[in-house]
């Protein structure tokens, strides 16, 4: 029945926050040299986001191995920044200088070109020419830009013309998983009255990107990514401030002439600085300047600050939501509607999948569903892009929830000729590959359990292979388990060279209508054809009202007349396509209550089908979501099941 959801082609999500760590909301971090205090800040503060200056080579990785959700952006010094002549050219000039550095470098996120470039409206049209070309060059490479890199006060977000200029930018941005990157100082405080408005959360210096965003990017459908690069405490004399310098010039000023009384003070700065920035959901993180840089001791956080700022960060990991108590945990498991099978384009698709993800585990959910698309994969053979698994991992991972991992869909060029001849392109959902593609097959599955050994424990093979998921016509496929076996097998076999811990099941069961032996029957000839040995669990899709407990109990009887009571049974699809959410959650209210028991203790995962609508689904429509959605805000909302939801695991959402 949902054989779409788990095939549908979805494109690269470009933007990953992975972690195994819990993920701070603060979303500070530092400019950073890379000392010794440096080391320290990113192993214990694990902070989404951090920026280095001329520290390359092995850093990166090592920054990656102690705190893998680490978004990390990388600066060249450039000893010129010439802004004449052809804009193109010069784009290729620099990666012609930079390239060595940057191609060998594969753990930096984002790469930033100029720095504090000029923008009046002649030099943004010309910027706008150079930044495209180099997110173009950076691309090709396999590599993201940071673009703009503006100082504090800029862009002039008073003149439209100016700002209009850079769009060409922005768009290349968004289309190649870029970042826009800002700077934002101010003095003698963050929020000096004189340049901040309190009434509107904006200001001149900083928390001046609110109105580049507010005014032009969002009303124009230009909502990149942002990382502020730069930002402290600086000379401000525009807003009235006496002109010291850094913030240790400021001590005196702020009554705080001890330095770790004045360090305290300076954090207590950030933190103001921090709760605005935790409002925006665009704003991937804050970097202070500066962390052992030389030079520019003034602005040097060095000392006591770093300690007061780990110990903030750290305070600001969310509390776990509270689950019912169950030696079961999987039973609270929702399934997601990829942004990408919305259509929207990279960046809108990231935002939608956190927010999904932040919202399953809100609802106190365990789990969630993954899916491995080999023809995504490996849409051409011998290549292998893992970027769409690895996106779906480390969201998973990012909240906390475990994943249960669809695996199948035969790229066209592994189909059988006369297959793809007759039903075309993305048939691959119902048909194995030609056998002269076994050992590509095999060494698929190897690579890819291998992969996520230690981050995803389980795994099914196919979706619905005794429905509409298999070789026949019309759903005909009850009696075909004899042609499915072989490739449960040579795929059991393949998965467990990759990952000897991995679970893995058979793939999810169409249970039919309640009263129907579907399931039952189809897993009595599996034994029959010899798939005894290459199957860790059974997952069903029991849809009824509430459930088709009588296909969940028969199937239990099979496994048990087969020595296989050890063999859990997952529910990996349930839920009611309604506008009734009473019923709906009445419904779901049933269900959970009733899996709990322990006459059900045989099933380990229960996974409601989708948090929101099916992918077709307009955003005005209603079926089996908990939520809604819109997509021209890339948002959701309750519905009274999801509110349901969250009352039975003990939520409070």
Partial sequence: ?????????????????????????????????????????????????????????????????????????????????????????????????????????????????????????????????????????????????????????????????????????????????????????????????????????????????????????????????????????????????PDLGGWRKYCNYWDTPNIDDCAAYYLEQMKWYDSLIMEDDYFLGATIYQLEISGWEDYSIAGSFVDKLIAYINSTIPTPTPTPSSNRPYLFGIGVTWGEWLGLNTTAAYHFNDISMAAIKAAGGTATGLSFNWAQVEAEEGKYDWSQCDAQVALAEKYGLVGFAYTGLTPDWALTPSILSKYGSGIGYRFPPDPKFTSRFSKFFTSLSARYKGRVKFYEFWNEENGCGWIEDGCKNSGNSGTYIPWLKTWYQAMKSGDASATLAIGGFDCGMPGGDACADYLSAVYSNGGKDYFDAVPLHPYGSPLNYDAVTKVRAVLVANNDSHKPIWINEYGWNTQDETMKSEQLTAVLESLQNSSFSYVEMANYLILDDLPNTPDSGHDFGLMNRNKSLVSLSPRLSYYTYCNITGAKC
């Avoid at 009255?193 to 001149?204: A, H, I, Q, V």
């Fill in 1 to 241: 029945m949902k054989n779409m959801i788990a095939v549908l082609s979805v494109s690269v999500v470009l933007m990953t926050i992975a972690t195994g760590s819990p993920t701070p909301n603060s979303k500070l971090s530092i400019h950073s040299g890379m000392g010794s205090q440096s080391w320290q800040f990113v192993q214990q503060a694990q902070p989404r986001v951090i920026k280095l200056l001329d520290v390359f080579g092995n850093v990166p990785l090592q920054i990656k191995k102690l705190s893998p959700q680490t978004l990390i952006v990388g600066r060249i010094y450039l000893p010129s920044q010439p802004m004449d002549g052809d804009p193109v050219q010069r784009a290729q000039e620099w990666w012609a200088k930079n390239n060595a550095t940057i191609l060998a470098t594969d753990s930096v996120d984002f790469w930033e070109g100029y720095n504090e470039p000029a923008c009046d409206a002649t030099s943004m049209t010309w910027l706008a020419a150079f930044e495209v070309e180099r997110i173009n060059i950076l691309s090709a490479n396999g590599r993201k830009a940071s673009i703009g890199n503006f100082g504090t006060g800029n862009p002039d977000v008073t003149t439209p013309s100016i700002l209009s200029a850079f769009d060409p930018a922005i768009r290349a941005a968004i289309a190649h998983g870029g970042i826009l990157g800002l700077h934002e100082y101010s003095s003698p405080t963050l929020d000096n009255p004189k340049c901040f408005d309190n009434s509107t959360g904006e200001g001149w210096m900083t928390m001046r990107y609110r109105k580049y965003y507010r005014e032009h990017l969002i009303p124009n459908n230009l909502t990149i990514h942002l990382v502020v690069s730069e930002f402290g405490i600086d000379n401000a004399a525009s807003c009235g401030s």
